[in-house]
């Protein structure tokens, strides 16, 4: 049974940067995507972006040019750095893990099974 | 980027009844090689995250109640829960992996009548 734990600080001013950080326990680090989706208040769901052991990564476009996804394998780690954040960026932030999902030579993303339980990060002057 | 849109943005059903959401995609996530549709679906209640219910359209996640189905290929699908209990009480999200940018529906909320 998987489990992850994310942690990073709740309130950040206009133009500083999010950082969180998401521990996974209980799983394999290699054969999954990991992912990082945030929630505005009241809003859907938004997927930021992946990254899979080896350092590759997928980012939304709208964010790409903020967004920084990393990990840590030696810990079972990873990592959100989200630059120059706006009230907009306000949301509750989740990790999320992805299993692979390979069909003959190639392997993608697929469905969100396990899940953080979110860090409401807010931005305010 | 697909765009996924789900219908009614909010239902009431009574207790023992069925809720159906629908879920439609801006292009088909059918891949054709292995025949699976790239679609999943969650559960969110207030305060916690999403929960996996289904995934590949059809497939029940361990653990979750068999009222809770399934259904639908290429641009629409649906998920239907048979007899719709207190703890269902939720919005409910549709989600395509065919491709990045991953994207979900604006989410169905479900409310007893």
């Known amino acids: 049974q998987v489990h992850l734990q994310q942690w990073g600080a709740g309130l950040l001013k206009p133009s500083e940067t999010l950082s969180l950080t998401c521990a996974v326990y209980g799983g394999s680090f290699i054969g999954h995507y990991w992912n990082w989706i945030r929630q505005p208040p009241g809003k859907g769901l938004e997927w930021i972006g992946e990254?899979?052991?080896?350092?590759?990564?997928s980012y939304n476009p709208p964010l790409k040019s903020r967004v920084t996804i990393s990990v840590d394998t030696s810990k079972n780690q990873f990592s959100l750095k989200l630059s120059s954040v706006t009230a907009a960026d306000t949301a509750v932030y989740y990790c999320a893990t992805s299993p692979l999902s390979c069909n003959g030579g190639s392997c993608s993303q697929s469905y969100f099974d396990y899940w953080g339980q979110g860090t409401l990060v807010t931005v305010s002057s | 980027d697909i765009v996924m849109t789900q219908s009614p943005d909010s239902l009431a059903v009574s207790l023992g009844e069925r809720a159906t959401i629908s879920c439609r995609s801006s292009q088909s996530v059918l891949y054709s090689s292995n025949n699976k549709n790239y679609l999943g679906w969650y559960q969110q209640k207030p305060g916690q995250p999403p929960k996996l219910l289904i995934y590949w359209a059809s497939t029940r996640e361990s653990g979750v109640p068999d009222r809770f189905s399934g259904s639908g290929s290429g641009t629409d699908f649906t998920l239907t829960i048979s007899s719709l209990q207190a703890e269902d009480v939720a919005v409910y999200y549709c989600?395509?992996?065919?491709?990045?940018?991953?994207?979900f529906g604006g989410g169905t909320k479900v409310e007893i009548k």
């Open positions: 990254i899979i052991h080896s350092g590759s990564t």
């Open positions: 989600q395509q992996y065919y491709s990045t940018p991953l994207t």
